[in-house]
């Protein structure tokens, strides 16, 4: 019924070769024709502009987008993010077609991705639950509650309905102290 874009299996893999997480950044399902199944990155620095929810995450964590002569591109940048403990994932690997999330109706796709985010999730310091829809998703129980943020999504258009809001956690520098210096 939803088609599956798996995340990429060697990101996940060097995620799971991590001893613990700095920071998960959690969207809600992947881009239909992502080329790279990395959440949030684009396949060139050209597409990462102000429309793009990935530019709008760095722009917040970091100030802005790293040198593009140093990662060639969002995927080399994600890689090197890896090694401060900075990871990208969703709640579903099963494109959702633009429905509203549904812990009924998405079930499967929810419990697909739960098999490889818990064990992320659970030894990551910090979540951020990007959207509503995120943030209503069942999460395993164990882990702590004051280890999530729960934002509106990084995009623009989710901007449009709660510009303050939305100001205090996508705009410039503003979550650079999430950062835990590796």
């Known amino acids: 019924m939803y088609d599956k874009v798996s995340i990429s299996s060697e990101y996940l893999l ?18 239909p024709t992502d080329p790279i199944r990395i959440p949030f990155m684009k396949g060139t620095w050209s597409e990462m502009d102000g429309n ?20 060639k591109s969002p995927k080399d940048y994600a890689y090197h993010l890896l090694s401060q403990g900075i990871v990208f994932l969703n709640c579903s690997y099963h494109y959702l077609k633009k429905e509203k999330l549904s812990k ?13 985010n818990d064990p992320i999730l ?25 280890k999530f943020i729960k934002a509106p999504h990084p995009s623009r258009l989710s901007r449009r309905s709660n510009s303050e809001v939305w100001d205090e956690i996508w705009g410039f520098n503003q979550l650079s102290s999430l950062i835990i210096k590796t």
């Open 52 to 71: 793009s929810s990935g530019f709008h995450i760095f722009n917040s964590i970091f100030g802005g987008l790293p040198s593009h002569e140093k990662y």
């Open 14 to 31: 060097k995620i799971n070769e991590l001893e613990s997480v700095n920071l998960v950044v959690l969207g809600k399902d992947p881009y």
């Open 104 to 116: 009924i109706k998405h079930k499967n796709c929810l419990d697909d991705a739960h098999e490889i």
């Open 122 to 146: 659970l030894k990551s310091q910090r979540i951020i639950l990007c959207g509503k829809e995120v943030s209503s998703v069942l999460l395993p129980s164990s882990i702590e509650n004051n």
